[in-house]
């Protein structure tokens, strides 16, 4: 069953504390990106990566770090410099080289910090 | 700068009557534009496309290179077309793929 899957569904974190987002597809998708969804703001990019090894920073890439060492994997770590975390964060896919060609979306994590 | 406009954030309609989603972009290349939609407890997931010219679910858009826009139609609203709808703008430039999407436009469909 092909698809997209972020884990986990709910995450609490305590201020101060860094958090990985996990993300992972098997679309065989070259393009990942991560995006923060918040009320009336839309969907903002914060880091999106075309290739193993290389990602770059969107819109709103500060207090955020990526990884991209595995084609089916670009965790988002939230550190504690993220000045106001508490978000819906989506991860999403595409193939990078055909044109034309939509984003694939996993069903997101909420996270909170108490 | 790529941007896409969205300028309600919501739009209310009476069942049948017809809809109008707005969405204007700004680039400089060749466009690649779409909608999504996203349903109540469901995740995103692409409505059309503006290459297809199709129609999905009775909705239709059509881009206007002239008013840089690609509105979303449907000439009678359901109950079940409630939902979030964004508009995004696929933007390739030296080998990288960047999508940017508008601040969304949620559509409630009155009874």
């Known amino acids: ?114 | 700068a790529q941007r896409v406009t969205q300028p309600e954030k919501l739009l209310s309609v009476f069942k049948g009557a017809p809809v109008e989603l707005k969405c204007n972009y700004s680039y400089s290349g060749s466009p690649e534009l779409f909608w999504y939609v996203q349903y109540s407890r469901q995740r995103l997931q692409l409505l059309l496309r503006h290459i297809s010219r199709e129609s999905i679910k009775g909705f239709t858009a059509d881009l206007n290179k002239g008013e840089t826009s690609f509105h979303l139609k449907k000439p009678f609203a359901q109950e079940e077309d409630s939902a979030m709808y964004y508009c995004a703008l696929n933007e390739n430039s030296g080998g990288y793929q960047k999508v940017t999407f508008g601040t969304g436009t949620k559509l409630q469909v009155i009874p």
């Not at chain 1, 991560?34 to 770059?56: A, M, T």
């Open chain 1, 1 to 114: 069953d092909g698809g997209i899957t972020q884990s986990p569904k709910y995450l609490f974190r305590k201020e101060g504390q860094n958090v990985t987002l996990s993300c992972e597809q098997n679309l065989n998708h070259d393009a990942m990106y991560w995006y923060r969804q918040d009320p009336g703001q839309g969907l903002r990019l914060i880091y999106y990566s075309q290739i193993v090894n290389d990602f770059q920073k969107g819109d709103i890439a500060e207090g955020y770090s990526v990884s991209r060492e595995k084609k089916e994997s670009f965790p988002l770590t939230v550190t504690s410099a993220q000045k106001n975390p508490t978000a819906f964060y989506l991860c999403a896919s595409s193939p990078r080289t055909v044109a034309n060609t939509e984003a694939f979306f996993g069903q997101g994590t909420r996270l909170t910090v108490v």
